[in-house]
């Protein structure tokens, strides 16, 4: 009766086998051979299956990426069919010298230091305040997420209300401090502002990941250190944190890749400005290529955009996102 | 069982005021923005300017009773969930039939088919909007919601798949087995056994679907020239700038338009949650 079965099917990977393991070698050649008609019909419906996806995928994921990368050494107004005008690398030359892509560069590398630095340890305290035992605490979770549920256009357009320096509730409520500032239009409080908005938007989400974590660290591991006479600032600073380490580096992961890649929430709040002041990669690519018709130097920001994300991908997942698979105690050790 | 040395009570008390205190407060940073849009609408012009903190006196409904009477809001309300569903709809189905070869058979240049899928995890929208603009002009697609629901779907495969064959690679080979003895084909056992057996998984993705595609902005703002295909983050960002000085106005439009994501998530917290963290950890 097993030979009746297709053997080209993976019977199902061997029950205790929890982790997929993609090192694993589809185990077929072991299997007798199935009958040619069989092989021809598990070929045929494995192509049926896959066909839509690779299709989609390939057409609408896969070639415009390619076409990015293609146009992005073309002079090209992307009006009608292909470009024709080959300029070689002089778009990432103009792009290297150019003050607004400069600046692109380092205001994302400002949110992701200030969210490195303020908004991840904000939500991991908040996680871990969440973690003890208090009435209510669901009700503040359910609060404190809801923000990352509505969009990056409700949010923003919320904000620039706030934010406004006529009647706004920012300069209302800091006035009474003796802070009033044109948030948003100000060159040097934009970035602050920018900032605030996304902290507000994104702390949630990553409390969640944090809490998530926490509490798939087993009771007993914090108990014998405290038993063992650790305070509450030992146990979290040499029991829980370290513990915690693989669901960090997820949050960290995302929290990059996000910053590399914003676009929404300034688009709405700021458009780039005042005088490109809060412009990110994507708003000035956006801008080149929707606003000003140049096509293919839009595309050659695209590229850069692309590998930056790549290359700090691969960095991290080689060198930083690695001791995770070896076996941490957690269970929420990334499971891919 | 529980070892844990009980907490002396005279210190229990002080602490879990402070903790209380920490936590309204940081709940006030969330809630008073959106509040702020809730009251605003209910004020007018000269409420909002004079006194933009206190509750409204009097309450001012019309700015809430025009967006609602307004045909545009409903229309926009429409094509979002239109598109969100069709989206969740043709991710989920296409995913779940290439998750299902990616788990369960074993053919030449499997782990290179499903690397390229994971790889693109890393194909930000942004990189490709330009290339899929012209290549949906193209096409002729703009104006039309499968130029936005097609590309959703493609962006949302990796994602979808990735967890989908997670989930089926859990399920035994010995219910297959039974399948197949009771003569399941390899559709039959995909429809009538996996895909029941997956429904928590099935969720998961379709939350994440749902969600990526309700709060999306870049791709309709290019897609849609036709005002009466707008979605709703087209439509709020649109009616900001049409009414940009009667702001009581466009509170009441942000508010009514965060109700849907808000009642969503009151209603489907956990599933919601649990989604969208699921992404990110497998991911």
């Known amino acids: ?336 | 069982m529980n070892r844990r040395p009980a907490p002396s009570r005279a210190g229990a008390r002080p602490r879990s005021l402070g903790l209380h205190v920490i936590a309204v407060t940081v709940g006030a940073f969330v809630i008073v923005p959106i509040a702020f849009g809730l009251l605003g609408g209910f004020k007018d012009a000269v409420q909002l300017s004079t006194d933009p903190v206190g509750l409204p006196s009097p309450w001012v409904f019309s700015n809430y009773a025009d967006v609602l009477a307004a045909p545009s809001f409903w229309r926009q309300l429409g094509n979002s969930v239109l598109i969100a569903l069709a989206t969740t709809l043709v991710v989920v189905g296409v995913s779940a039939l290439a998750a299902f070869v990616f788990a369960r058979f074993a053919f030449r240049g499997r782990e290179l088919f499903f690397t390229i899928f994971t790889v693109g995890l890393m194909f930000p929208f942004a990189v490709a909007i330009l290339p899929l603009f012209v290549l949906l002009r193209a096409a002729g697609l703009l104006d039309n919601p499968l130029g936005v629901v097609l590309p959703q779907a493609a962006f949302g495969l990796p994602m979808t798949i990735i967890i989908l064959r997670g989930f089926f690679r859990g399920i035994p080979g010995e219910i297959e087995e039974a399948a197949t003895l009771d003569g399941c084909g390899a559709f039959g056992f995909f429809w009538k056994i996996l895909l029941p057996m997956a429904r928590p998984a099935l969720a998961t993705v379709s939350v994440l679907a749902v969600v990526g595609s309700w709060n999306n902005f870049m791709l309709p703002l290019v897609v849609f020239n036709d005002p009466s295909w707008w979605t709703l983050p087209l439509g709020v960002q649109q009616f900001q700038g049409q009414y940009a000085t009667e702001w009581a106005r466009v509170l009441a439009y942000v508010t009514v338009a965060m109700v849907p994501a808000l009642a969503f998530y009151a209603l489907a917290e956990r599933r919601l949650v649990s989604g969208l963290t699921a992404g990110a950890m497998k991911g």
């Open chain 1, 1 to 336: 009766m097993r030979a009746a079965q297709d053997t080209s099917r993976l019977a199902s990977p061997p029950g205790e086998r929890r982790a997929p393991s993609p090192a694993a070698p589809a185990a077929g050649a072991a299997a007798p051979r199935p009958s040619r008609g069989h092989r021809l019909r598990g070929r045929l419906t494995i192509a049926a299956f896959l066909l839509p996806a690779l299709l989609l995928f390939g057409l609408l994921v896969l070639a415009p990426i390619l076409v990015a990368v293609y146009t992005s050494v073309f002079k090209w107004n992307g009006l009608r069919g292909l470009p024709d005008d080959f300029i070689g690398t002089a778009n990432f030359e103009r792009m290297f010298a150019d003050e607004v892509f400069l600046g692109d560069l380092w205001r994302g590398a400002v949110l992701i230091v200030l969210s490195l630095a303020v908004q991840l340890p904000f939500a991991l305290g908040v996680a871990m305040l969440l973690n003890q035992r208090m009435r209510g605490r669901a009700v503040y979770r359910m609060i404190f997420f809801a923000p990352y549920i509505l969009s990056e256009v409700i949010t923003g357009v919320l904000f620039s209300m706030i934010l406004s320096p006529d009647g706004g509730l920012a300069n209302l409520v800091l006035g009474t401090v003796g802070l009033e500032s044109d948030w948003l239009s100000d060159p040097s409080t934009v970035m602050p502002s920018l900032f605030l908005v996304m902290t507000w938007k994104y702390f949630g989400f990553h409390m969640i990941l944090y809490l998530t974590g926490r509490q798939g660290i087993p009771h007993e591991v914090t108990e014998a250190a405290q038993i063992d006479g650790a305070g509450s600032w030992q146990v979290f600073r040499y029991v829980t944190l370290p513990l915690l380490g693989p669901t960090i580096r997820i949050s960290v992961f995302l929290s990059v890749i996000g910053a590399i890649q914003l676009f929404d929430l300034v688009w709405v709040l700021t458009g780039g400005g005042p005088a490109h002041s809060s412009e990110t990669m994507a708003v000035t690519m956006f801008q080149f290529g929707f606003k000003r018709y140049q096509v293919g130097y839009a595309n050659a920001i695209s590229v850069v955009m692309f590998a930056v994300s790549l290359v700090f991908a691969l960095v991290y997942q080689r060198y930083v996102m690695r001791r995770d698979t070896e076996g941490a105690i957690t269970a929420m050790r990334s499971q891919r």
